[in-house]
């Protein structure tokens, strides 16, 4: 079955430093991929849709210059956390389809991350 | 995207059948309703879809009222690896907007 990995799965970094997170498909295509972010006992918060060989679409309140988003191939999309604060520590979470097959949308493990 | 109304909690004994309802009144004709969960910590995963049919597969059963206005995800035989929050959303192209999702607690 269709199947997203992420990496890495944790991550702790320092104020001010830039994170990246890679998001891949493994078995199939994906030109469409999206981010997630989750806070602590709350839902799943669309952050922004990853269009293969295109800009990403943020989601109002995201901020485009912070959160870097690639999506260089149709298999791997990248999110950088820019100049990383305490705040923007959470659970990451990416998700894709299959554009072949059109399954239902395929979930990453997510990342951790933690900023000190 | 439509909204979905879950509750926000449920008890579930092991080895019973665990029914979870949602209420999606304002789904529109072409958007499929879609039910992942989440285990602690880890990514959603995908349980199953339809349309206006009942749909089964190896993890649950979907029943899907007549009107389309609700829907009762079933687990047939629950166990403790099922607790969890479980989430109900309604799709007619790409992305899945997550609610606040049920959690199910399942007890020996």
């Known amino acids: 079955g269709a199947v997203v990995s992420q990496h890495p799965s944790r991550v702790i970094c320092k104020s001010g430093t830039s994170v990246k997170i890679e998001c891949r498909s493994l078995d199939f295509q994906a030109t469409t991929m999206f981010w997630y972010r989750q806070f602590p006992k709350q839902s799943l918060m669309l952050m922004a849709t990853?269009?293969?060989?295109?800009?990403?679409?943020?989601e109002q309140g995201v901020e485009k210059d912070k959160f870097l988003i690639n999506h260089a191939s149709l298999t791997l999309s990248t999110l950088t956390v820019t100049s990383a604060h305490p705040e923007d520590s959470s659970f990451y979470i990416c998700?894709?389809?299959?554009?072949?097959?059109?399954?239902?949308?395929?979930f990453g493990n997510g990342t951790r991350l933690t900023v000190t | 995207d439509a909204k979905t109304t879950q509750p926000t909690s449920m008890d579930c004994a092991e080895g019973r059948a665990a029914n979870l309802p949602c209420n999606h009144s304002?789904?529109?004709?072409?958007?499929?309703v879609y039910w992942y969960r989440q285990i602690h910590s880890q990514g959603p995963q995908y349980i199953i879809h339809g349309l206006k049919n009942n749909e089964t597969n190896e993890m649950a059963s979907l029943i899907i009222t007549e009107d389309r206005k609700s829907s009762t995800l079933i687990l047939p035989h629950a166990t403790l690896r099922d607790t969890a929050v479980y989430y109900c959303?309604?799709?007619?192209?790409?992305?899945?907007?997550f609610g606040g999702g049920t959690r199910l607690m399942v007890k020996p």
């Open positions: 959303m309604m799709n007619a192209g790409n992305m899945l907007t």
């Open positions: 304002t789904i529109s004709g072409n958007e499929y």
């Open positions: 998700s894709a389809r299959d554009r072949v097959t059109n399954s239902p949308l395929h």
């Open positions: 990853s269009n293969e060989g295109s800009k990403a679409t943020y």
